[in-house]
């Protein structure tokens, strides 16, 4: 007869709550991790795919704004 987990097999009690318990919160951890960085992936294309779709009309606008600060300026 073997008593208090001495023999190697399956725990039981506490400890092996606790161990189980760990092992889930490891395993929701890594699926949250996962997720997360999906996300990411996925508001970085939006970001992107909007940033280049309005490039063109945002570099327009930028360019009527910009002063001349040249020192000689002459109508060219």
Do not use: I, T, W, Y
């Not at 395993?27 to 960085?37: G, H, I, V």
């Amino acid at each position: 007869m073997v008593k208090g987990g001495q023999g190697g097999g399956k725990e039981s009690g506490k400890a092996g709550q606790r161990a189980a318990r760990k092992a889930r919160l490891a395993a929701a951890l890594r699926e949250n991790l996962k997720r997360r960085k999906q996300q990411a992936r996925e508001r970085e294309l939006v970001r992107q795919r909007a940033s280049n779709e309005a490039s063109p009309a945002r570099d327009a606008q930028v360019a009527e704004r910009v002063p001349d600060f040249r020192r000689n300026r002459s109508d060219e």
